[in-house]
């Protein structure tokens, strides 16, 4: 049975760091993406990132470019999402998710790769809290 799970999640002050992690079993990375996405209560959900996990390429959603940064390490099965600096705003859930080989590219067309149809296997989530 395939299974994500994140971790890494809790709470940080303004302009701090977390550190999630995405642990998948039974799923080889290298031959597919891994998608990061949030929800706040009230709201719709969001891709934040992706990373193919054959070669490692990325694609970061506009508002979150300088701040978050994933990574994959193939031995481990593990994808990473590193975000600094965070902002103050409203708790969230983030949400790895696991899509087909090619979605964190160019080539599976504009704005699949932070869409969340593109994705069809999903953890089930880590709260991440800003505040002072």
């Known amino acids: 049975q395939v299974q994500l799970v994140e971790s890494g999640g809790g709470s940080a002050q303004p302009g701090g760091s977390l550190r999630l992690s995405c642990r998948v079993s039974?799923?080889?990375?290298?031959?597919?993406?891994i998608g990061w996405f949030r929800q706040a209560p009230g709201k719709e959900r969001e891709g934040v990132a992706c990373?193919?996990?054959?070669?490692?390429?990325?694609f970061y959603g506009d508002s979150m470019k300088g701040g978050f940064t994933t990574s994959v390490d193939n031995a481990k099965n593990t994808v990473s999402l590193q975000m600094n600096n965070l902002k103050p705003e409203a708790p969230a859930v983030y949400y790895c998710a696991a899509g087909y080989e090619g979605v964190c590219t160019e080539i599976a067309g504009a704005g699949k790769q932070l869409d969340e149809s593109s994705y069809g296997l999903w953890g089930q989530g880590t709260q991440v809290t800003v505040s002072s």
């Open positions: 039974t799923l080889a990375l290298d031959v597919h993406s």
């Open positions: 990373i193919r996990g054959y070669d490692g390429s990325t």
